[in-house]
T-cell receptor, first 109, second 115 residues
Framework: GQNIDQPTEMTATEGAIVQINCTYQTSGFNGLFWYQQHAGEAPTFLSYNVLDGLEEKGRFSSFLSRSKGYSYLLLKELQMKDSASYLCAVKDSNYQLIWGAGTKLIIKP | GAVVSQHPSWVICKSGTSVKIECRSLDFQATTMFWYRQFPKQSLMLMATSNEGSKATYEQGVEKDKFLINHASLTLSTLTVTSAHPEDSSFYIC???????????FGQGTRLTVV
C-alpha cells in the first residue's frame, strides 16, 4: 500500500527553527508537495520538490531525497502565524496526490 | 497564483435534503478537479477525481449515487450531496490542476453541517 508518515505534532519557540520530516512509500513518484493548512481553511501551497536537493523560498525550505523516500520542511525565524498543520503529499505514478496526516505545529512565545 | 473559488463557504441543511457545492477555476482551465473530505483533526481524504466532459472516478468506499459530481466545463465542477445525513457533516474541499506535473490549487472549502 501507499503510505506517508509525518509526526503528529511538534512544538517550537517563536524566532527559532523547526524541521518537519516526511517519509513516503508510494507506487511511483512524480513530485512531493508541502502545504500549510490553518484550522478550518483549505491548504495553501508551500513548496514542490521533484529532484533531490534543497529548495529555498524565503523563511521556508524543503529538502528531498528520492533514494531514501524522505523529505523535510524547514521553517526559520518562526512567527506565531506559522502555527498550523503542515501536510506532506506525494504524486504517485498516476499523478494522484497521496496525503500525509499532517503535522500540527504549535508555536510558543 | 491561480485562483479556485468554492461556494458556499458554509451551509447548514436538514437531513434528507440535497446540497450542491460549486468549484470554479477563475483564471485558468482546469483539466482535472479533485474533491476531498476532511473530518476534524484528520487528513484530506480524496473522494473523487473528475476530468472535464467525462464521468468522475470515485475512490473506494465513496458512494457515487450519493455524491454526484459534474464537471461540465473546464472551469466548473459541482459536488451534490444527496439525501444528506448528519454523518455527512464535514469539510469538503475541491482542488484543480492544469496538468499532471503542476501543483493543485485549492478552493477555500465548504463546511457542511447536516442537522
Amino acid at each position: 500500500g501507499q503510505n506517508i508518515d509525518q509526526p503528529t505534532e511538534m512544538t517550537a519557540t517563536e524566532g527559532a527553527i523547526v524541521q518537519i520530516n516526511c517519509t513516503y512509500q508510494t507506487s511511483g513518484f512524480n513530485g512531493l508537495f508541502w502545504y500549510q493548512q490553518h484550522a478550518g481553511e483549505a491548504p495553501t501551497f508551500l513548496s514542490y520538490n521533484v529532484l533531490d536537493g534543497l529548495e529555498e523560498k524565503g523563511r521556508f525550505s524543503s529538502f528531498l531525497s528520492r533514494s531514501k523516500g524522505y523529505s523535510y520542511l524547514l521553517l526559520k525565524e518562526l512567527q506565531m502565524k506559522d502555527s498550523a498543520s503542515y501536510l506532506c503529499a506525494v504524486k504517485d505514478s498516476n499523478y494522484q496526490l497521496i496525503w500525509g496526516a499532517g503535522t500540527k505545529l504549535i508555536i510558543k512565545p | 497564483g491561480a485562483v479556485v473559488s468554492q461556494h458556499p463557504s458554509w451551509v447548514i441543511c436538514k437531513s434528507g435534503t440535497s446540497v450542491k457545492i460549486e468549484c470554479r477555476s477563475l483564471d485558468f482551465q482546469a483539466t482535472t478537479m479533485f474533491w476531498y473530505r476532511q473530518f476534524p483533526k484528520q487528513s484530506l481524504m480524496l473522494m473523487a477525481t473528475s476530468n472535464e466532459g467525462s464521468k468522475a472516478t470515485y475512490e473506494q468506499g465513496v458512494e457515487k449515487d450519493k455524491f454526484l459530481i459534474n464537471h461540465a466545463s473546464l472551469t466548473l465542477s459541482t459536488l451534490t450531496v444527496t439525501s444528506a445525513h448528519p454523518e455527512d457533516s464535514s469539510f469538503y474541499i475541491c482542488s484543480a490542476t492544469t496538468g499532471a506535473n503542476t501543483e493543485a490549487f485549492f478552493g477555500q472549502g465548504t463546511r457542511l453541517t447536516v442537522v
